[in-house]
């Protein structure tokens, strides 16, 4: 790994020379109970080696039996993208060395894959992009390994390595677009809204949960560069583990510039993996790509084909959520959106958010008022994903619920999400803990009135002869020496009763 | 069938991890290009109405109920491991990438 640092021409001067082609690759963890070739749980967080068993950690002997329910999961994304399903496919064998996956190989699907030739309709900034699916195959995740010694948790410098492997053969099904040429300055938002839209189709599928910060949808990013005009794709580098959708976007902005400054200094793209360091934003070499890179496919002898019967693949056909593009269009007249609101609560990555706050009693825009200007801008400003905040659709439809009931004004609904995000407790603990209840009281009012119209009698006096509209001052006064808490209603109409 | 070359045997070795002198590489090279040429005779016996197959049996779809099996423990997932620390398994310091 080299320490220096790589030069990047600017976005703008990438764009004026090059044309980027993309393709993205996505792991999905299913979310089946059991493993893929084995009946080990498939439970998060376990103790290590407490979800193995004689065929995943391969021991002599072991055979291996389907996942029926993962198989029917592969099924249903591939439908849900729009892909052909294969009448026939096989299972193949993925040999190599390394100790993730104590077969030394990885069962995975090779030129028969269950799933192929889809595509899936982006939508960015209000433009659709079509992606082609090129592929959609069934595999198994692999082991966790801990490296210890040297620099922490990074393989070099490493002195050995911990190997934990609940994880190894959960059913994971790796989804491969065809190049996607065309976006030019879009790539980046393209890329991201790809994987956004994935992930929201695999949600409704219900066939995974899909969370990235846990691993379970994975991106890895191709990208190339030919020069403008061109269509002739240039040397890829494939950019592993991008783990958040702000990453894939950086990712891709990030890979653009570095090959665009290598090209332009009359060098060329080395088609290595790079990795993405989420903390500086920056990929780093990895491993070169090369003859050494030879897996020796073949049919896995221990399984025998997967050939779904046309009644069955219809029958899972039946089974498919409404489709994306549909979604959106009823979900934008049930709530009576505008295009703009629309376009930006789906670029937010809020649409399921914002939909599930509904469901739980808010308003639509009040819904849409909380994720896309508060929680989006929070979650910016911290560099996490809106749905990992720590506040959820209930939460927010809860606070909406304080403010209409008139114990939260906006500003105090504010605070109640700081304290949210925070961890402070449901919505309500927050109120009680802070002391956030507006006060509607009058006798605490009417002290904080009189006290405002004895400090400005210019104002009062103006309120005397009729300018009801210079009574905002002294509401603010009043809500300033009440802390925000004042029901700035009452406040007003106590103003008007002393001033009259 | 063609003959399997002295350079695809070095790099099959390669690939399996197994360090091969030059001798061994002459001596073995040729062997196993006697066995695939024995293996490829089969090819001979089977007509155009005999499909390539990969396995035995006429069998598709063997599918497994989603519900969870009793797993080893770990004492019994780790007893045949070299070493093992902290209920992991351990392995030498690891040079290449995760895939």
């Known amino acids: 790994m080299s320490a220096t640092a790589e030069t990047l021409l600017p976005f703008d001067d990438v764009?004026?020379?090059?044309?980027?082609?993309?393709?993205?690759?996505v792991h999905v963890e299913l979310n089946t109970a059991t493993k893929m070739f084995c009946g080990c749980s498939t439970v998060f967080g376990g103790e290590p080696n407490t979800q193995v068993c004689p065929t995943c950690l391969g021991l002599p002997g072991a055979m291996p039996v389907v996942n029926g329910k993962a198989v029917e999961s592969a099924i249903r994304i591939g439908l849900a993208l729009n892909c052909r399903i294969a009448e026939w496919c096989r299972f193949a064998r993925k040999n190599y060395f390394y100790p993730d996956m104590p077969k030394n190989f990885q069962t995975s699907q090779y030129d028969e894959p269950i799933c192929f030739d889809g595509w899936m309709d982006v939508e960015v900034d209000g433009e659709t992009f079509r992606v082609e699916i090129e592929r959609a195959h069934m595999e198994e995740d692999t082991g966790k390994s801990t490296h210890v010694g040297g620099a922490t948790g990074r393989i070099h410098g490493a002195d050995y390595s911990l190997v934990d492997y609940n994880r190894a053969g959960i059913p994971l099904i790796e989804i491969v677009t065809k190049p996607i040429v065309g976006a030019g300055e879009r790539a980046?938002?393209?890329?991201?809204?790809?994987?956004?839209?994935?992930?929201?189709l695999i949600v409704a599928l219900g066939v995974s949960?899909?969370?990235m910060d846990q691993g379970n949808l994975r991106a890895d990013v191709n990208l190339s560069l030919a020069p403008k005009g061109s269509d002739v794709l240039g040397t890829r580098t494939e950019t592993k583990n991008v783990n958040s959708f702000r990453s894939v976007e950086r990712a891709v902005r990030f890979e653009m510039q570095r090959h665009a400054a290598i090209l332009q200094g009359g060098g060329s793209i080395l088609q290595e993996t790079r990795h993405w360091h989420e903390d500086t934003g920056i990929t780093t070499s990895g491993r070169e790509k090369s003859d050494a890179e030879d897996y020796r496919y073949f049919p896995e002898p221990d399984l025998v084909p997967v050939a779904p019967s046309p009644e069955w693949v219809e029958e899972l056909r039946g089974t498919l959520p409404e489709n994306p593009t549909q979604r959106r269009a009823r979900l934008q007249a049930e709530w009576g959106f505008s295009d703009l609101e629309m376009r930006d609560t789906?670029?937010?990555?809020?649409?399921?958010?914002?939909?599930e706050t509904i469901a739980a009693g808010a308003s639509p825009q009040a819904a849409r008022k909380w994720w896309l200007s508060d929680l989006a801008r929070r979650a910016n400003d911290t560099g996490v994903e809106i749905g990992e905040l720590g506040v959820s659709p209930a939460q927010v439809a809860a606070v909406q619920a304080l403010v209409d009931a008139g114990s939260?004004?906006?500003k105090l609904a504010r605070q109640v999400f700081d304290g949210l995000v925070a961890g402070e407790g449901t919505p309500e603990?927050?109120?009680?803990?802070?002391?956030?209840?507006?006060v509607s009281d009058d006798g605490a009012l009417t002290a904080a009135v009189d006290a405002a119209i004895a400090a400005n009698p210019d104002v009062a006096a103006k309120i005397r002869d009729g300018k009801v509209a210079a009574a905002g001052a002294l509401i603010g006064a009043v809500m300033k020496e009440m802390r925000g808490q004042a029901d700035a209603g009452r406040v007003r109409e106590l103003i008007l009763e002393r001033l009259a | 069938m063609p003959e399997i070359t002295r350079a695809e045997v070095a790099h099959l070795a390669t690939l399996a991890r197994i360090d091969l002198s030059d001798a061994e590489?002459?001596?073995?090279?040729?062997?196993?290009?006697?066995i695939l040429e024995s293996v490829a005779s089969i090819s001979g016996v089977a007509g155009d109405d005999v499909a390539p197959t990969s396995h035995p049996l006429p069998l598709?779809?063997?599918?497994?109920?989603?519900?969870?099996?009793?797993?080893?423990t770990p004492e019994q997932a780790l007893s045949g491991a070299p070493a093992s620390e902290e209920q992991r398994f351990m392995v030498p310091r690891i040079l290449g990438d995760e895939q």
Request: proline share 5%.
């Open chain 2, 25 to 34: 590489l002459d001596h073995l090279a040729p062997q196993l290009s006697v």
């Open chain 2, 60 to 72: 598709v779809n063997v599918f497994r109920d989603d519900v969870v099996r009793p797993s080893l």
């Open chain 1, 15 to 25: 764009l004026a020379a090059f044309d980027p082609a993309l393709g993205l690759e």
């Open chain 1, 188 to 200: 980046p938002e393209v890329a991201r809204a790809y994987v956004q839209q994935l992930r929201e």
């Open chain 1, 209 to 211: 949960e899909a969370r």
């Open chain 1, 346 to 355: 789906v670029g937010a990555g809020a649409l399921g958010l914002v939909e």
């Open chain 1, 408 to 410: 939260l004004n906006d």
């Open chain 1, 429 to 438: 603990e927050i109120v009680a803990a802070r002391g956030l209840a507006i």
